[in-house]
């Protein structure tokens, strides 16, 4: 069973579209990250959100924790091609700190 | 820029052979990690350390050893390596003190084994 849950898996929209991928889990986190990915590169963070409810702004990202710490979202408004990549979002997991669990993430297209 | 070179950036190999992947830090971090990425399957993690020959297992660390003799380098190692261990290796750091554990990343390692 995968502890997070990405969708959708792929996603390809026009330039100047919103969207929004989701990260969800039956279990709850004390924390959660986002990052993004580039073809050829490693990921790179974004965000961290760690209270329940909390709502945090890069730009043209949104993202939000659920309030109930088990799901968290990206909302990405007027996407731009340089938006393309791999969204993932991860976790702590088995007890540790340091040790962080990826989801599958969700691949982005924005066509010009 | 967090300093991290993996080493080296693309291999080919034949099965059964031993391969080593190396990382490198600059900036005297304690704790590393090594990540196989595979379509379909995401980034899993392999083997981490947090220090000097303290190292632990992750949930794919079968066929794997690790071994980090001084700080700066985090070693990888695949013995005798199948088709199967084909995949992009990321090394990455966890910045302690910069948040609940955020990991920053090499540029990978490609390994193909034929």
């Known amino acids: 069973t995968q502890l997070l849950e990405q969708s959708p898996q792929f996603l390809s929209i026009q330039e100047g579209e919103n969207l929004t991928v989701y990260c969800n889990s039956s279990s709850v986190f004390s924390s959660l990250q986002w990052y993004r990915q580039e073809p050829g590169e490693g990921p790179v963070l974004l965000v961290t959100?760690?209270?329940?409810?909390e709502v945090k702004k890069l730009k043209r990202l949104t993202f939000q924790f659920g309030d109930a710490r088990k799901d968290s979202s990206l909302h990405i408004t007027a996407a731009q091609p340089g938006d393309t990549g791999l969204y993932l979002c991860a976790v702590r997991s088995g007890g540790s700190n340091y040790k962080l669990t990826f989801g599958k993430g969700t691949l982005l297209t924005v066509n010009p | 820029d967090a300093g991290i070179t993996q080493s080296p950036r693309h291999k080919v190999t034949e099965t059964g052979t031993p391969v080593t992947l190396r990382c490198h830090q600059t900036e005297n971090h304690r704790y590393m990690y090594w990540y196989r990425q595979d379509p379909g399957h995401g980034l899993r993690l392999i083997h981490y350390?947090?220090?000097?020959?303290?190292?632990d297992k992750g949930e794919v660390s079968d066929g794997y050893s690790v071994s980090r003799s001084k700080t700066e380098d985090f070693l990888l190692t695949l013995e005798s390596a199948t088709s199967s261990q084909t995949s992009v290796y990321f090394c990455?750091?966890?910045?302690?003190?910069?948040?609940?554990?955020?990991?920053?990343f090499g540029e990978g390692s490609r390994l193909t084994v034929l």
């Open positions: 990455a750091i966890s910045v302690v003190g910069e948040g609940p554990g955020e990991l920053f």
């Open positions: 350390s947090y220090g000097v020959k303290d190292t």
């Open positions: 959100v760690v209270t329940g409810g």
